[in-house]
């Protein structure tokens, strides 16, 4: 990481800003809709009050002595965070702390019955039966006669846009799915990206995923397609280890869009296959890690995971969330290199990501200003916006 006076990390507590609206507004809405949504009982309607409280007006709290993470969140700067607002906090740390907050107050890490039931299944379930995933499963079949360029250029854009597919933000963000997106790369090194994965491509790509559902199923066929067209001998996809961020995707989430897709017709079904004999010939590989669900950007990753991520061709990191922790989550000057922000990175890495928060880096300044003349700061956090980004380590 270079040195970054002038790139200052984001905090939430400036009332208007857009991290200020996800801790005060966001999450009291995720709380709703999750209490909504189950039959809980008084005790877990109980938690979920003390958490509605502590997260708008109270102060970061240790975890119970018997939780199974803890040494891990203390690992993570919770010991130095205890006593403060979740305000005056790093946000992307108090983010994460809200998702685990509310698991333990729905039970999911308890010894009850409620262990492991994810409180946003019915949100990713109503997405992956929703008619618009019949329909983009439906126009894959437009996809056999083309060039296999032309295939690889669609899957890699529906893969990119399916990030708008992020029940969180349409929380937040009403009408968002329905308007109109520019539809504009802010950013388009899609020629680097495919020159790292040749058609004779004998390496590892990694996927770090992130939505489940509408976002999840492209990202499937995209590896469906790398693989079957070698430019991938291997393929390995990182979930998260438990539910996070409303809908990222779980290790559950990749078996039911594998089912789904297993269970549509035509080229859809092609692809299920595909994927389904890759995972079963050990081609695809499916990868929870602990570090997938931290607090903290990936300079700070384990040894184990940077191992990993250096013996790939390459890795992939899917949506705004993994974004911000690849290239810090601060205020960088947006013409700041993106190859200088994820400097600390041991492989080639991309990112496949559509703008949902005030982090950017790697513009060109006239894009930049273009952006801001038309549209102020918005363009930042509206996910109306993409980009591809591609760096290699300088050896
Ligand atoms: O990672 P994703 O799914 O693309 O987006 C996650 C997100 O909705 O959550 C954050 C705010 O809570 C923002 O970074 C972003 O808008």
Not at 158 to 165: C, D, E, H, M, Q
Not at 275 to 300: E, I, K, M, N, Q
Not at 309 to 316: C, E, H, K, Y
Not at 358 to 385: K, N, P, Q
Request: hydrophobic letters at 45%; charged letters at 25%; glycine letters at 8%.
């Amino acid at each position: 990481m270079p040195d970054t006076p002038f790139a200052p990390v984001i905090l939430g507590n400036e009332p208007g800003s857009f991290p200020h609206s996800v801790l005060a507004e966001r999450h009291p809405a995720i709380i709703r809709q999750v209490r909504d949504a189950f039959p809980y009982g008084p005790g877990q309607h109980r938690a979920l009050d003390e958490l509605l409280e502590s997260c708008t007006e109270g102060t970061v709290e240790p975890l119970p002595a018997h939780a199974p993470d803890r040494d891990l969140w203390d690992a993570w700067g919770l010991t130095a965070h205890v006593g403060r607002s979740w305000y005056d906090v790093p946000w992307l740390w108090s983010e994460s702390w809200f998702y685990r907050r509310l698991l333990d107050a729905v039970g999911f890490f308890g010894p009850g019955a409620w262990r492991g039931i994810d409180p946003f299944r019915p949100f990713k379930h109503a997405e992956l039966d929703a008619p618009e995933t019949d329909a983009e499963l439906a126009a894959l079949d437009d996809l056999p006669g083309l060039p296999e360029e032309e295939r690889a250029r669609a899957l890699l854009h529906g893969s990119l846009w399916g990030n708008r597919a992020d029940l969180g933000f349409r929380l937040s963000a009403e009408g968002a799915e329905d308007r109109d997106p520019a539809r504009a790369l802010v950013a388009d090194e899609s020629d680097t990206l495919w020159s790292l994965l040749p058609p004779t491509g004998a390496g590892t790509l990694v996927l770090v995923a992130d939505n489940a559902g509408r976002e999840l199923v492209p990202d499937l066929l995209l590896l469906a397609h790398l693989l079957a067209e070698g430019r991938a001998a291997r393929a390995v996809l990182h979930v998260k280890p438990y539910p996070y961020y409303v809908s990222d995707a779980t290790t559950a989430d990749v078996v039911d869009a594998l089912r789904r897709l297993r269970a549509a017709s035509g080229a859809a079904a092609e692809y299920g296959r595909v994927l389904w004999s890759a995972l079963a010939d050990g081609r695809l590989t499916v990868r929870v890690h602990p570090f997938s669900c931290a607090p903290l950007p990936y300079p700070d990753m384990p040894d184990d995971l940077r191992a990993e991520f250096a013996a790939a061709t390459l890795t992939v990191f899917k949506g705004d969330l993994n974004y911000r922790r690849l290239v810090g989550d601060r205020l960088w000057p947006p013409t700041t290199p993106f190859a200088e922000a994820t400097g600390y990175f041991p492989g080639p890495v991309a990112a496949l990501r559509t703008l949902k928060s005030d982090v950017v880096t790697g513009l060109s300044a006239a894009t930049e200003a273009a952006l801001a003349a038309a549209e102020g700061r918005r363009w930042r956090t509206s996910g109306t916006h993409a980009l591809i980004q591609v760096a290699r380590p300088v050896t």
